[in-house]
């Protein structure tokens, strides 16, 4: 069974860093073609791909100003984001990508609220 | 901005069928597979089709999808009130290089 959940602040200032961390198992970040992803969603509003790590430490983004990284022996993925705008207040989720650009497990999602 | 385009809404009374559409570009839906998401009240997503056509263990075939040039449909046969949710497709683009997400679809079970 794969469970992902992610952690991190629910509260952060404009201007500021925010770090997010994916902790999963039931599957490995060693094992070819396979990924973990971020995506999030303000409230009321659409889903939003962030970025994207491979097995290979392949990485993708949507924005420059993220950082997207792994730590295979411990499971984790984490997500920097620098310079947060209220804008930025969303539900953020990480996801397990099998290979075939797709998101097939999902976390809870963790409230990020960016106010000063 | 998302750059798949769904109609924001849709809705049926139990036992109809719905449609809802997800129209794309040459660099996304069409040269990739397109995957569709539920999401319920107050969770996360969920994967509901994939490459397409494809449904996850689980998934009741009353649930279908599909794909022309740019364009991808997902159709839900023998509508439920517990259908009653956000639907996403979505798919990699290739000029963007990412994974790009639709609008979404509510459906709303009269």
């Known amino acids: 069974q794969i469970t992902l959940k992610e952690s991190g602040p629910t509260l952060v200032k404009p201007t500021q860093t925010l770090t997010l961390t994916c902790t999963f198992s039931?599957?490995?970040?060693?094992?070819?073609?396979?990924?973990v992803g971020w995506i999030r969603q303000p409230p009321g509003k659409a889903l939003e791909w962030l970025a994207l790590?491979?097995?290979?430490d392949d990485k993708r983004y949507s924005q420059s100003r993220l950082t997207i990284t792994k730590d295979t022996s411990k499971n984790q993925v984490v997500l920097t984001m620098t310079n947060m705008d209220p804008v930025d207040t969303a539900t953020y989720y990480c996801?397990?990508?099998?290979?075939?650009?797709?998101?097939?497990?999902w976390g809870q999602g963790t409230l990020v609220t960016v106010s000063s | 901005q998302s750059v798949l385009t769904q109609p924001p809404s849709a809705s049926g009374t139990p036992g109809q069928r719905v449609t809802m559409s997800c129209s794309g570009s040459s660099s996304n839906i069409g040269s990739n597979t397109v995957n569709w998401y539920q999401q319920l009240p107050e969770t996360a997503p969920k994967l509901l089709i994939y490459?397409?056509?494809q449904r996850p263990s689980g998934v009741p075939d009353r649930f279908s999808g599909s794909k022309s040039g740019t364009s991808a449909s997902l159709a839900i046969s023998g509508l439920q009130s517990e259908d009653e949710a956000d639907y996403y497709c979505?798919?990699?683009?290739?000029?963007?290089?990412?994974?790009?997400f639709g609008t979404g679809t509510k459906v709303t079970v009269l």
């Open positions: 979505a798919a990699w683009d290739d000029r963007l290089n990412g994974y790009v």
């Open positions: 790590i491979y097995w290979d």
């Open positions: 039931g599957f490995s970040l060693s094992t070819s073609g396979v990924g």
């Open positions: 490459s397409n056509d």
């Open positions: 996801a397990h990508s099998p290979p075939g650009h797709l998101f097939h497990s």
